[in-house]
């Protein structure tokens, strides 16, 4: 059974950082794509990271690139989140997701329950 779970989120003043969790149960963090999603208050859901388990490569969205990092533990099977300069537009409840096949920026086959960040000023 493939199950998400995340952690990390909490209340977070403007400028500082936050590691968020995934860990990952029913599938490998090494060879299943994965990403971070958001969804802020009254919004459409938008995607934060994909990663690319054939390339390596990481997509951030524009909103977070250069600040979010995306990383992966293989000993703990575990996804992170490095949030750093957090901003207010940022708060939001925060998902990782995972598809046996793709993560798309709008589609995966398994989520987390998500975990809530609130950044304020």
């Known amino acids: 059974q493939v199950r998400l779970v995340e952690s990390g989120g909490g209340l977070v003043q403007t400028g500082e950082s936050r590691r968020l969790s995934c860990e990952f149960s029913g599938g490998s963090v090494d060879s299943w794509p994965m990403g971070w999603f958001r969804q802020a208050p009254g919004k459409e859901r938008e995607y934060v990271a994909l990663?690319?388990?054939?390339?390596?490569?990481?997509a951030y969205d524009d909103s977070v690139q250069g600040r979010f990092t995306a990383s992966r533990d293989s000993a703990k099977n575990t996804l992170y989140l490095q949030m750093n300069s957090l901003k207010p537009e940022d708060t939001g409840i925060y998902y990782c997701?995972?598809?046996?096949?793709?993560?798309?920026?709008?589609?995966?086959?398994?989520w987390g329950q998500g975990t809530q960040v609130v950044v304020f000023p």
């Open positions: 997701a995972s598809s046996r096949h793709e993560v798309t920026t709008e589609e995966a086959d398994f």
């Open positions: 990663l690319d388990v054939w390339s390596g490569n990481i």
